[in-house]
């Protein structure tokens, strides 16, 4: 039977809606039903007149991405994510759970700014070349994976970002990690901290591995911390990860 439905994965952006594309102000526009969870839902307040909205707290994932499935088959859904949908967020569970019930209307996975971007902007130019993105939460991932990666990561010379730090249950993760990077990398590594990035209370700090930790009670799990590389310097309250242009021109 063919479907009138379509499913959307939008990437809502960091917080303010100018750092939200065009494209997912207008699938959301042009949605029947928006899924998502609070506190996304408070930053596209604005687009939700007339709108059909199914909210839901953090953990309620997978029950919000089989709704959407099931509402999809007949209507237009867009399911939100913060920042992009690809980075530790939505498009994956929706993907999953429209396999698994073989899902017969199109899917569109609809990109968004995402908080290493946007952290990265506010803190200058810090990441610049090769980065790793990794997430300190153990909800779905067990610690010693992430310990792991992190010794991994630790010793090479990535610019290191750090997603989700910390949680109510988890507050000593982020300890944890710099503890390890620590151990590898020069304390006066350049460290960009900034908690609501274009958000209302935004709080952008520039610090050094050495010292990071004494920020530790600012950082949350709406904070997201760039450690940056052997390159990276601080100049005028902002960090520059140099690329390598200063060995071959003069300027
Ligand atoms: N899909 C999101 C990430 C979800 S994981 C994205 O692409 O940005 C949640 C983590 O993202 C938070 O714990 C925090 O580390 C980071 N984050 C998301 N939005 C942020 C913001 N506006 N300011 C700072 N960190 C943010």
């Known amino acids: 039977m063919p479907s009138q439905g379509k499913l959307y994965v939008v990437g809502i952006g960091p917080g303010f809606l100018d750092y939200m594309t065009i494209k997912a102000k207008e699938v959301i526009l042009g949605s029947e039903y928006i899924i998502g969870n609070d506190l996304y839902l408070e930053q596209i307040k604005a687009l939700l007149d007339g709108k059909k909205v ?8 997978v029950e919000k991405a089989k709704k959407a499935v099931k509402l999809a088959e007949s209507h237009v859904v867009s399911v939100i994510s ?11 569970i929706v993907l ?7 899902l017969n209307v199109e899917i569109e996975v609809v990109p968004g700014v995402t908080a290493a971007t946007a952290v990265g902007s506010r803190l200058g130019a810090p990441i610049m070349g090769d980065f ?76 050094t591995l050495g010292e990071v930790l004494e920020y530790d009670n600012i950082v949350n799990m709406r904070t997201t911390i760039i450690i940056g ?12 990860t140099r690329r390598g242009y200063h060995r071959k021109y003069t300027y």
Not at 54 to 61: H, P, R, Y
Not at 82 to 92: F, H, I, K, R, S
Not at 96 to 102: D, S, T
Not at 165 to 183: D, L, M, Y
């Open 54 to 61: 199914i909210s839901g707290g953090m953990g309620t994932e």
């Open 229 to 240: 590389n052997s390159e990276s310097i601080i100049w005028n309250n902002k960090i520059i």
């Open 82 to 92: 913060g920042g992009d949908a690809n980075v530790y967020g939505m498009a994956g």
């Open 96 to 102: 999953e759970v429209a396999q698994k019930k073989g």
């Open 132 to 207: 790793v993105v990794i997430s300190l939460s153990d909800l779905l991932t067990p610690w010693e994976v992430i310990e792991k990666r992190l010794k991994s990561v630790a010793s090479t010379d990535f610019v290191t970002i750090i997603y989700n730090p910390k949680s109510r249950k988890r507050n000593t993760n982020f300890q944890k990690a710099i503890k390890i990077i620590r151990e590898h990398r020069s304390k006066n590594v350049p460290v960009g901290i900034v908690k609501n990035c274009m958000r209302d209370g935004e709080n952008v700090i520039i610090t």
